[in-house]
């Protein structure tokens, strides 16, 4: 492209960009302004689909754009501490393998002096004693050389150890979701193409179900952030109670959640799906400063079966649409986008 053309095209998103934050009253700090950027800029669909849904559920804002940037960019504080770190360790073993090298020539040299002083005993020298004052003025800066690399190699190690322990710890911060502590979309989507290549492979099913609380931006309006967050977490940890063994569960986004159920069909997705929903169903929202109790929290769920050798965006936009289902008849229940659904239905007991 003419760099002129590219300045061009830089400028109209920019403008596209500025005029759609001011649609929608939104400032144009650094990550609302990025978001509207890529929205027009098409480089990021996922993006762009993620606004859309925020849009179209009058949830677009400045606290859904923050969250929505962590979701897509916040790890790139971690990618650059990891880099970091690698480098740090690089040094650090840098420094190892000097102090080695430093080691073995004090041996040589150490060896040297031995030898020298065994070929002055077998040729009869009789100057034992200066001898072996050379060979104890050797011994000991020996030893001295031993208690520093001994240190050298002690502070290295407590280094290293401690490289790995922030280094687990950024991987952790890496793929866990910081308000519920479940797992962030960035590992739903390592997971979602693992798990569709194990279970394509075994023959297995693989079912998703998508959840959304219903009603969440209401409650969060009417009883604030704090509260709505208290909930979020209520709803994570109740799912990741209601699933066992190598089930996945993830914070999609939002106040959407994801649960990847490896080895299960269609039937018995619904049928964990309707266990998580009414388990949820039976707890109370008090606020803690003062018991008030707050009502009840219910979940909407789209279940979708992937079809091997399926686009993974299209097996989550089938979950997605029966999630949409689910919120236009009513929410609180359970839907799928698949033909099978309404005999699915029909054996676990869900009415239609």
């Given amino acids: 492209m003419d760099p002129i053309d590219n300045?061009?095209?830089?400028?109209?998103?920019?403008?596209?960009?500025?005029?759609?934050?001011d649609g929608h009253e939104l400032a144009a700090d650094p990550r609302s302004y990025t978001l509207a950027y890529l929205y027009y800029a098409g480089t990021h669909p996922e993006v762009r689909t993620e606004i859309d849904h925020?849009?179209?559920?009058?949830?677009?804002?400045?606290?859904?754009?923050?969250?929505?940037?962590?979701?897509?960019?916040?790890?790139?504080?971690?990618?650059?501490?990891?880099?970091?770190?690698?480098?740090?360790?690089?040094r650090t073993l840098g420094r190892v393998l000097e102090a080695l090298d430093d080691a073995g020539k004090d041996v040589k040299s150490y060896g040297k002096v031995l030898e020298d002083f065994t070929g002055r005993v077998s040729g009869g020298d009789t100057d034992l004693?200066?001898?072996?004052e050379s060979i104890l003025a050797e011994t000991r800066k020996m030893e001295a050389r031993s208690v520093d690399l001994e240190r050298r190699f002690t502070d290295t190690t407590d280094e290293i150890v401690e490289l790995r322990r922030n280094l687990d710890e950024m991987r952790l911060a890496a793929?866990?979701?910081?308000?519920?502590?479940?797992?962030?979309?960035?590992?739903?989507?390592?997971?979602?193409?693992?798990y569709a290549d194990d279970c394509a492979r075994a023959g297995e099913p693989l079912t998703l179900l998508m959840a959304d609380v219903d009603h969440f931006k209401a409650f969060n309006d009417e009883h604030g952030h704090p509260v709505g967050d208290m909930v979020l977490r209520l709803v994570a940890r109740t799912i990741a109670e209601c699933?066992?063994?190598?089930?996945?569960?993830?914070?999609?986004?939002?106040?959407?959640?994801?649960?990847?159920?490896?080895?299960?069909?269609?039937?018995?997705?619904?049928?964990?799906?309707?266990?998580?929903?009414?388990?949820?169903?039976?707890?109370r929202i008090a606020r803690k400063s003062?018991?008030?109790t707050l009502g009840v929290v219910t979940l909407s769920f789209g279940?979708?079966?992937?079809?091997?050798?399926e686009v993974l965006e299209e097996f989550?936009?089938?979950?997605?649409?029966?999630?949409?289902?689910?919120?236009?008849?009513?929410?609180?229940?359970?839907?799928s986008a698949e033909a099978m659904a309404g005999e699915v239905r029909r054996a676990v007991g869900i009415r239609g």
């Fill in 7 to 21: 300045i061009r095209q830089t400028r109209d998103l920019a403008q596209r960009a500025i005029a759609f934050l």
């Fill in 54 to 90: 925020l849009i179209a559920a009058n949830a677009f804002n400045r606290r859904s754009c923050g969250r929505l940037y962590e979701t897509f960019f916040g790890l790139d504080a971690e990618a650059r501490a990891i880099r970091d770190a690698s480098g740090l360790i690089e």
């Fill in 129 to 132: 004693r200066s001898a072996i």
């Fill in 175 to 194: 793929t866990t979701d910081a308000l519920t502590g479940i797992a962030n979309r960035k590992m739903f989507d390592v997971r979602l193409k693992e």
């Fill in 243 to 283: 699933v066992r063994g190598r089930d996945f569960v993830a914070r999609y986004g939002g106040e959407e959640f994801t649960v990847l159920l490896p080895h299960t069909g269609l039937e018995g997705a619904f049928a964990v799906a309707e266990n998580i929903r009414n388990t949820i169903a039976t707890k």
């Fill in 290 to 292: 003062t018991g008030q």
């Fill in 303 to 309: 279940v979708a079966q992937y079809k091997p050798g």
């Fill in 316 to 335: 989550v936009a089938r979950a997605d649409t029966g999630l949409y289902q689910a919120k236009r008849h009513g929410r609180n229940r359970v839907e």
